[in-house]
């Protein structure tokens, strides 16, 4: 069996602000919401891209609505304003967290 | 039942026309609401008003007026935008122009000034989220502008306008002034303004809550999403409301669309600051009560801020983008070395200041800080991209790229090169004394 990822059980948006990235994580089955939430820790997240997120990474529950919202400081390369990347918001980001296995 | 129809015309400063077209039609709307400015294009508004100081508004604006306003003004819809970026004054002037070419005589057009904060913005001005002053940053300022809210849209909506043109408004303040003005909501009533800021927040983004920005085949599918629809909300008195869109339009409003732009550029969920009022989106409810219509309630909200946000925009200079491309057998190899290739010739030989960055598109490009690339590509392209004050820097980069075609690896084909002007922006804060809205109402 293929390893499963989050891109299984979840679906995701990002949105930037400056140098800060947010991307909001939802469960589409609140059966998989608490796998989500023990997978997907703050420290998972900057452990898994230190180079991209350099800064601090907080998250926020939302346990009602089954969504975990991930704040990444310092992780726009710059910010739209100076990043050379082609995806200078950063509007990608939402699938580079989608694409982390999920560990079983 | 008392509820008040709020559509979104517009989410982005390019957002498509058709379906702000289609909604004034066929909306049965109260208000239309255009939100069109981003951080960075505040700053190209001025950088256009700079070179003619007839410009600096939405260069959309006359398209989309040309489409909505006789629907509007048949139907009784209001407009409200942020489309006079930099230049409210010239915006409302030539939305005169159109209303007067379409024979929609009498059509009150106010203008809202107040947001451009230019000279309260000296090179001691230090930033709100990061060290530094405008004087560290080193660029040419084109302008400041500070977010304004409700109390700077109400005087306007009050006096009768049927269209209220804006330069910076917070995003969500702009569908939560009419609901103000309409439901007589208190300035000081957190609760109704913290739900009316989420029935903005929401809409603020247009199809990004109807099915855009969303699909994601086999996941997430949306139907007929070239037809998708702009969204509407139907806001009660209590500040509830639904999001829907016209019934025969692409796209899907779900619970999933919904929470998905809940927490777009959202980061406390118990604080989504504006000028009106400190929002707390953590106990929201969302539930499909009906085909394409989900019920949004819960929200609350705390004292607004005593600072207000300034954003300063900056001259950047340029970006300069070049590629080629390889395919066939062996292309990532071709494409990897031509990277190679290039930054040596612009590093060792030109010795070029500036940020450079070199891409390898299909393999790794918009991931290539977070991770390795994996597995192999039938079809690259090197991309290159250099951002310079110097635009002779910028030449330098293309012409180097361009070279590859005889000079590179073999196979290299379809260079393309472009150069973008570009803004820095910096935010800081102010107090709220320092600020006085004004608005001025033309009559076609």
């Known amino acids: ?45 900057a ?58 | 039942m008392n509820t008040i129809r709020l559509g979104c015309g517009a989410g982005f400063s ?45 260069p959309q604006l006359g398209a989309r007026m040309r489409g909505v306003l006789a629907h509007c003004h048949a139907n009784g819809t209001k407009i409200v935008t942020n489309m006079g970026v930099a230049n409210p004054r010239a915006a409302a002037l030539l939305v005169i122009d159109i209303a007067r070419k379409l024979g929609l005589h009498g059509l009150k057009v106010a203008c809202v000034e107040g947001d451009d904060v230019t000279h309260l913005i000296g090179p ?12 560290d940053v080193g660029l040419r300022m084109v302008g400041a502008n500070v977010y304004l809210g409700v109390e700077a849209l109400l005087p306007a909506l009050e006096a009768g306008a049927d269209v209220v043109i804006a330069g910076r408004i917070a995003d969500p303040s702009l569908f939560l002034s009419p609901l103000v003005h309409r439901f007589g909501w208190k300035l000081d009533d957190w609760t109704a303004l913290g739900r009316g800021t989420l029935a903005g927040h929401l809409m603020e983004c247009g199809m990004q809550i109807t099915g855009g920005y969303f699909a994601d085949p086999g996941f997430k599918d949306v139907p007929r999403l070239a037809d998708c629809g702009f969204p509407i909300a139907e806001v009660a008195a209590d500040g509830s409301f639904v999001i829907t869109k016209l019934d025969d339009t692409g796209g899907c409003v779900t619970t999933a669309t919904v929470k998905e732009q809940l927490l777009y550029e959202v980061h406390d969920p118990r604080a989504y600051l504006t000028p009106d009022v400190v929002a707390d989106f953590s106990g929201v409810s969302v539930s499909e009560i009906g085909h394409d219509r989900v019920q949004v309630t819960g929200a609350n909200g705390h004292k607004r801020p005593e600072q207000l946000k300034v954003t300063i925009g900056f001259d950047g200079g340029f970006l300069g983008e070049g590629g080629v491309s390889y395919a066939g057998p062996n292309a990532k190899a071709r494409a990897a070395l031509a990277a190679e290739v290039v930054r040596e010739r612009l590093t060792r030989i030109n010795r070029l200041g500036g940020d450079l960055r070199v891409d390898l598109v299909g393999l790794n490009a918009l991931h290539q800080t977070a991770e390795q690339p994996v597995g192999d590509a039938n079809d690259v392209r090197l991309h290159v991209a250099l951002r310079s004050t110097d635009r002779d820097d910028i030449d330098t980069m293309l012409w180097e790229v361009e070279s590859l075609l005889c000079c590179g690896p073999a196979g290299g084909g379809g260079y393309r090169g472009q150069i973008t002007p570009c803004v820095v922006t910096h ?14 109402m033309f009559v076609a």
């Open chain 2, 124 to 135: 001691d001005t230090a930033f709100m989220d990061h060290p530094g002053t405008v004087a």
């Open chain 1, 47 to 104: 452990n898994a891209f230190p180079k991209l997120f350099t800064g601090a990474v907080t998250r926020y529950e939302m346990d009602g609505l089954h969504g975990l919202n991930f704040v990444m400081l310092d992780a726009l390369e710059g910010g739209v304003n100076t990043s050379l990347n082609l995806d200078s918001h950063g509007k990608s980001f939402s699938y580079l967290i989608l694409g982390l296995p999920i560990e079983e």
């Open chain 1, 1 to 45: 069996m293929t390893q499963r990822r989050i891109h299984d059980i979840a679906h995701a948006r990002a949105g930037d602000k400056g140098n800060t990235s947010n991307v909001s994580v939802w469960a589409y089955d609140p059966k998989d919401y608490p796998l989500l939430k023990q997978q997907l820790t703050a420290e998972r997240i």
């Open chain 2, 427 to 440: 935010s800081c804060l102010i107090d709220r004394s320092a600020v006085a809205p004004s608005f001025e």
């Open chain 2, 14 to 58: 390019s957002d498509r026309l058709g379906p702000a077209v289609d909604l004034a039609q066929r909306g049965a709307l109260d208000y239309l609401v255009f939100e069109c400015i981003g951080e960075r294009t505040m700053a190209f508004g001025h950088r256009d008003r700079m070179l003619d100081t007839n410009r600096g508004y939405n």
